[in-house]
């Protein structure tokens, strides 16, 4: 059996779509997961709705990481 990340729990979904060109992997306690992966969709899609342009897969990075600092 595979013990990495992605394969622990094979029924939950650790995979998430972030806009049209990005995923977000994600593990860690399933409403921990849950709730800071949607906190990041939202802060991105906020961002491309005030700025009228989509952030850079790095700048999306960089922002995931700042928040969890």
């Known amino acids: 059996a595979a013990h990495s990340v992605i394969r622990i729990k094979s029924d939950e979904d650790k995979l998430v779509p972030v806009d049209g060109h990005k995923l977000l992997g ?16 939202a ?4 961002y491309a709705l005030k700025n009228n342009t989509e952030l850079t897969t790095k700048a999306v990075a960089h922002f995931t990481r700042g928040e969890l600092a």
């Open 43 to 46: 802060n991105v899609k906020l």
């Open 26 to 41: 994600i593990s860690g306690e399933a409403g921990d997961r849950v709730n800071f992966s949607e906190f990041i969709i």
